[in-house]
């Protein structure tokens, strides 16, 4: 929980220069701070923090095997695409053969 105790900025001229530098280009004075500006001070009640801790998803002999066993997946996938087009090819030569057989006799 968060308690609010007072916010009041700037108290006396004195603080307010000390606090804020004076800026050739902007216009601010002591009566528009005092007007528009307010210190804020925060105390938590207690902290609370959390403890990040990062791991490695992925080892290299991991990202390795894994690549590997894709490339082999897709290099398997190509062989079997030649081997169905080879499988293809020759039924339909066979096919062939078979008609010119049965057109000559």
Not at 33 to 59: C, G, P, T
Not at 86 to 101: D, H, Q
């Amino acid at each position: 929980s968060v308690n609010k105790e007072y916010a009041i900025f700037p108290a006396t001229e004195p603080y307010f220069r000390r606090f804020v530098k004076p800026n050739l280009k902007s216009d601010v004075d002591y009566e528009y701070a005092a007007m528009n500006m307010v210190r804020l001070h925060i105390y938590y009640d207690e902290l609370k923090f959390s403890n990040v801790v990062q791991k490695k998803a992925y080892e290299v002999q991991n990202v390795i095997a894994e690549l590997g066993g894709t490339a082999d997946l897709f290099i398997g996938f190509s062989f079997f695409t030649v081997f169905q087009l080879l499988e293809i090819a020759v039924a339909s030569c066979f096919l062939r053969l078979c008609r010119t057989r049965r057109n000559d006799m």
